[in-house]
């Protein structure tokens, strides 16, 4: 049986184990949540190398992919340098596709239309989604400087997106990670002064990063469709609670928990021993997303 | 190496860039500047997404930034970003985070890529 394990910046409050069959092999999976300490987090890897057959990222990125350009976020670089005989993978490599494709599915099934607002809490991270909404019409605000430094400060096309991304990401990712993203007891946080409910109100798909959105949206998010990942039972719940007509998470639900974008990209890495780097990948991704899918029906 | 005619300037800069303007019409703040090796200080503050610049010390403000006086020139001039001195040590910030990184973005968007 293969073993994988997600190493999260999160809380430890959301780990779980579960055991899948996927093309044909078994596999382990846990994600174990180091509380936002990335010495722990490093120490967990260099134990987990070798005895592993992957390891996921979680709660940080290696790589933002952008307009064809890609930039290495410091602290994530150390961890992933911290193995050195097992495949260390932070998701980037499913984000540039499948997230892509989850926009034209929901468009083609006619679950959402260019007719509806999206706001995207985070593009950068996600430049795949954000692009498959820009082509196909939608009009989208990107609200990264919002969200991510409490820039008052909408970005409204594609072009400027990957302009403002060009800017920014070369010295952003130099940061101390925490300085960008909330990690460890910040994820379970709502911030107390929020001045940007505007955006919320203003769009009908809330697309992105779970940990934006639970940190900054405001009590009623009635009819919006959340389209996320990384959501755990208690999470739908809340969301629904809150008026949101649907939630859909862009990996599959397995055990009642969407995995992260790092635990699939694991996943794969160790059943195939093929990264996004390799020929090949695109159509293991397509395939194993079926496969997944299948499987969170089931 | 006048320091304050290189934040004058910087000014210049940030209250010709609409976007900046933009950026900034809700943010209002002091910020201090301590070069510590001529023990000199200035300020910049924001209103109304205008920025102005002066010398003396700044009592109230929310943010203090203290660095040798030739790191501060560097950065207010676009010669380095923040980020090196900060991660170096070299770079002392007190105040919100929030803040830092907003002049952390205003400097790349003046001279970034």
């Not at chain 1, 093309?23 to 070798?50: C, F, H, K, W, Y």
């Not at chain 1, 993978?89 to 494709?101: F, H, I, P, Q």
């Not at chain 1, 605000?141 to 990401?169: H, Q, W």
């Not at chain 2, 970003?81 to 040590?89: D, H, M, R, S």
């Given at each position: 049986?293969?073993?994988?394990v997600?190493?999260?910046?999160?809380?430890?409050?959301?780990?779980?184990?579960?055991?899948?069959?996927?093309?044909?092999?078994?596999?382990?999976?846990?994600?174990?949540?180091v509380?936002?300490?990335?010495?722990?987090?490093?120490?967990?890897?260099?134990?987990?190398?070798?005895?592993?057959?992957?390891?996921?990222?979680?709660?940080?990125d290696?790589?933002?992919?952008?307009?064809?350009?890609r930039?290495?976020?410091?602290?994530?670089?150390?961890?992933a340098?911290s193995?050195?005989?097992?495949?260390?993978?932070?998701?980037?490599?499913?984000?540039?596709?499948?997230?892509?494709?989850?926009?034209?599915?929901?468009?083609?099934?006619?679950?959402?239309?260019?007719?509806?607002?999206?706001?995207?809490?985070?593009?950068?991270?996600?430049?795949?989604?954000?692009?498959?909404?820009?082509?196909?019409?939608?009009?989208?605000?990107?609200?990264?400087?919002?969200?991510?430094?409490?820039?008052?400060?909408?970005?409204?096309?594609?072009?400027?997106?990957?302009?403002?991304?060009?800017?920014?990401?070369?010295?952003?990712?130099?940061?101390?990670?925490?300085?960008?993203?909330?990690?460890?007891?910040?994820?379970?946080?709502?911030?107390?002064?929020?001045?940007?409910?505007?955006?919320?109100?203003?769009?009908?798909?809330?697309?992105?990063?779970?940990?934006?959105?639970?940190?900054?949206m405001?009590?009623?998010?009635?009819?919006?469709?959340?389209?996320t990942?990384?959501?755990?039972?208690?999470?739908?719940?809340?969301?629904?609670?809150?008026?949101?007509r649907?939630?859909?998470?862009?990996?599959?639900?397995?055990?009642?928990?969407?995995?992260?974008?790092?635990?699939?990209?694991?996943?794969?890495?160790?059943?195939?021993?093929?990264?996004?780097?390799?020929?090949?990948?695109?159509?293991?991704?397509?395939?194993?997303?079926?496969e997944?899918?299948?499987?969170?029906?089931? | 190496?006048?320091?304050?005619?290189?934040?004058e300037?910087?000014?210049?800069?940030?209250?010709?860039?609409?976007?900046?303007?933009?950026?900034?019409?809700d943010?209002?703040?002091?910020?201090?500047?301590?070069?510590?090796?001529?023990?000199?200080?200035?300020?910049?503050?924001?209103?109304?997404?205008?920025?102005?610049?002066?010398?003396g010390?700044?009592?109230?403000?929310?943010?203090?930034?203290?660095?040798?006086?030739?790191?501060?020139?560097?950065?207010?001039?676009?010669?380095?970003?923040?980020?090196e001195?900060?991660?170096?040590?070299?770079?002392?910030?007190?105040?919100?985070?929030d803040?830092?990184?907003?002049?952390?973005?205003?400097?790349?968007?003046?001279?970034?890529?």
């Amino acid at each position: 049986m293969k073993h994988v394990v997600s190493v999260s910046l999160g809380t430890d409050q959301r780990d779980h184990q579960v055991t899948l069959s996927l093309l044909g092999q078994t596999v382990m999976v846990e994600r174990r949540g180091v509380n936002g300490d990335l010495e722990r987090a490093e120490s967990l890897i260099r134990t987990l190398d070798g005895s592993v057959d992957a390891i996921g990222l979680g709660g940080i990125d290696r790589y933002l992919v952008m307009a064809g350009k890609r930039y290495e976020i410091a602290d994530a670089r150390r961890l992933a340098l911290s193995a050195h005989r097992t495949p260390v993978v932070d998701g980037s490599g499913l984000k540039d596709t499948w997230e892509r494709w989850i926009v034209e599915d929901l468009t083609q099934s006619q679950v959402i239309s260019p007719s509806m607002s999206v706001l995207m809490v985070s593009a950068m991270d996600r430049f795949g989604m954000a692009e498959a909404f820009y082509q196909r019409g939608y009009p989208v605000v990107a609200g990264d400087l919002i969200f991510a430094s409490r820039i008052n400060y909408p970005i409204v096309t594609r072009e400027e997106l990957i302009e403002l991304g060009r800017k920014l990401l070369p010295e952003m990712v130099k940061l101390p990670f925490w300085q960008l993203y909330p990690t460890g007891a910040q994820q379970l946080e709502a911030v107390p002064e929020n001045h940007y409910e505007e955006y919320f109100d203003a769009a009908d798909i809330i697309a992105g990063d779970f940990h934006f959105i639970k940190r900054y949206m405001p009590l009623r998010l009635d009819d919006k469709l959340i389209l996320t990942n990384t959501t755990t039972d208690a999470d739908r719940a809340m969301l629904r609670s809150r008026g949101v007509r649907d939630v859909v998470t862009t990996t599959p639900v397995i055990d009642g928990r969407s995995f992260g974008t790092n635990v699939v990209e694991a996943l794969l890495a160790a059943i195939s021993g093929l990264t996004q780097d390799h020929d090949g990948w695109t159509e293991l991704v397509a395939k194993a997303r079926h496969e997944l899918f299948k499987l969170s029906a089931s | 190496m006048d320091l304050l005619a290189t934040l004058e300037t910087f000014a210049e800069q940030c209250n010709q860039n609409q976007r900046l303007r933009k950026m900034n019409r809700d943010w209002t703040r002091l910020v201090e500047l301590w070069a510590t090796d001529t023990d000199q200080r200035y300020w910049l503050k924001s209103e109304a997404g205008w920025i102005t610049s002066g010398s003396g010390e700044a009592m109230d403000a929310e943010l203090k930034i203290s660095a040798r006086h030739d790191i501060l020139h560097d950065i207010f001039s676009g010669v380095i970003t923040p980020t090196e001195p900060y991660n170096a040590g070299d770079l002392l910030v007190k105040g919100r985070q929030d803040d830092m990184m907003r002049l952390d973005i205003i400097t790349l968007l003046i001279w970034g890529e």
